[in-house]
């Protein structure tokens, strides 16, 4: 904000260190410790929407063989397949169904929107 006629260097980097300063404010994906801007468009940092994926990927496969999905069969492909604990995999499956992406027929059982 000095008003000069023209940018210098110094502008420059003020401008750099501010727009860094405020993306690490608002846009760190806890998970890797990255500034991850699409959390500040979507709501969840790149490594939640990753998760998310590949739960609704293994659900969709798994569909396709049987239809509805029971629950237990899922953890365990998320858990044996791709490493998912049991518990982060409950709490993203409760994420999913909470946003309507998935939803579940009958108790135990799941199947995508």
């Known amino acids: 904000m000095a008003l000069r006629?023209?940018?210098?260097?110094?502008?420059?980097?003020?401008?750099v260190a501010i727009m860094k300063k405020s993306l690490?404010?608002?846009?760190?994906?806890?998970?890797?410790?990255?500034?991850?801007?699409?959390?500040i468009m979507t709501g969840k940092p790149k490594?939640?929407?990753?998760?998310?994926?590949?739960i609704l990927s293994a659900l969709i496969e798994m569909e396709k063989e049987t239809g509805m999905v029971e629950r237990v069969a899922l953890f365990d492909e998320l858990e044996?397949?791709?490493?998912?604990?049991?518990?982060?995999?409950?709490?993203?499956?409760?994420?999913?169904?909470?946003?309507?992406?998935?939803?579940?027929?009958?108790?135990?059982y799941l199947k995508k929107t």
């Open 5 to 15: 006629k023209e940018v210098t260097a110094e502008d420059a980097e003020a401008a």
């Open 24 to 39: 690490e404010e608002v846009g760190i994906d806890m998970s890797s410790y990255k500034i991850d801007i699409d959390i």
């Open 47 to 54: 490594s939640m929407r990753d998760r998310l994926q590949i």
């Open 80 to 108: 044996t397949k791709f490493k998912i604990p049991k518990g982060e995999a409950d709490r993203l499956i409760g994420q999913l169904l909470r946003e309507g992406t998935i939803y579940e027929p009958r108790e135990g």
